[in-house]
């Protein structure tokens, strides 16, 4: 049995299981909660063959390993550009993020290529594969939840209200006009980097969504041909597949 975590700057996804990221998380810290996971799901320990990491806060790698393989007595293996199976076909490999890294791999092995996949967490991730499965750069927008807290937190006459989708453009009321201009905003603007991607890349590609808001988007959005919400996942236990196959899943 694989354990699989997605450490995000917000959260940490740990199988189906999602808990808050917090950067100084010790590694007794990490065991304990990763002891509680365990114990729900009826899973002990030894069960555990390997433990594989998708980290996007490099603080928390050291304690990952610290605590986890003592724990399960199997090793942490943490998918970085280095030790990705993919070619990453940008100026600075070194700096592309292994969540983008995962769902390369994870969209071209379960859907093809080429495709644009979204990644909708902290920030919004726009990721090309190539038809032969080359992550091949994208773009970085902020996400919905963090522009509209910016906004509430700097106007002292706007609230926090729940970011749905509104009946209409034209607000009537203080929540309908944030709505309006942050989900139909952020709609539009997803919908216009899809076309942009369509309009300079040569070939026709299906576009992928995952993530916390991925859902909503599909729904609204016809550009977004489908919504996985464990590609990450499926993204790191495709990685420890290959390593293992090439030696290399221990290393």
């Known amino acids: 049995m ?3 975590y997605d450490v995000g700057n917000t959260n940490i996804v740990v199988g189906h299981w999602r808990f808050t990221t917090d950067r100084n998380r010790t590694g007794d810290e990490l065991r304990l909660t990763t002891r509680g996971l365990l114990a729900e799901a009826e899973v002990v320990p030894d069960r555990i063959d390997g433990i ?4 996007v806060v490099p603080s928390l790698s050291g304690p990952l390993r610290s605590g986890l ?9 943490l998918l970085d550009a280095g030790s990705a ?3 990453l076909d940008v100026e600075q490999p070194r700096n592309v993020g292994a969540d983008r890294i995962a769902n390369s791999i994870a969209g071209h092995r379960l859907y093809g290529g080429p495709l644009l996949i979204l990644d909708f967490g902290t920030a919004i991730n726009f990721d090309l594969v190539s038809r032969d499965g080359a992550f091949l750069g994208g773009a970085i927008a902020p996400e919905m939840r963090l522009a509209a807290r910016a906004l509430t937190e700097r106007a002292a006459q706007l609230h926090s209200v729940e970011l749905v989708v509104p009946e209409s453009v034209i607000g009537r009321s203080t929540a309908t006009n944030l709505q309006a201009g942050v989900v139909l905003g952020y709609l539009d603007l997803v919908n216009g980097l899809i076309a942009r991607f369509r309009s300079e890349y040569p070939e026709p590609f299906r576009v992928l969504a995952t993530g916390g808001k991925g859902e909503l988007f599909h729904r609204e959005l016809a550009s977004i041909d489908r919504f996985d919400p464990f ?3 499926k993204g790191l236990r495709i990685c420890w597949d290959a ?5 290399t899943a221990v290393a």
């Open 231 to 233: 590609l990450t996942l």
């Open 85 to 87: 199976p993919i070619r």
């Open 243 to 247: 390593w293992a196959s090439a030696g």
């Open 52 to 55: 594989v990491v998708a980290s």
């Open 2 to 4: 694989l354990l699989t």
């Open 69 to 77: 393989e003592p724990f399960v007595g199997a090793p942490v293996r």
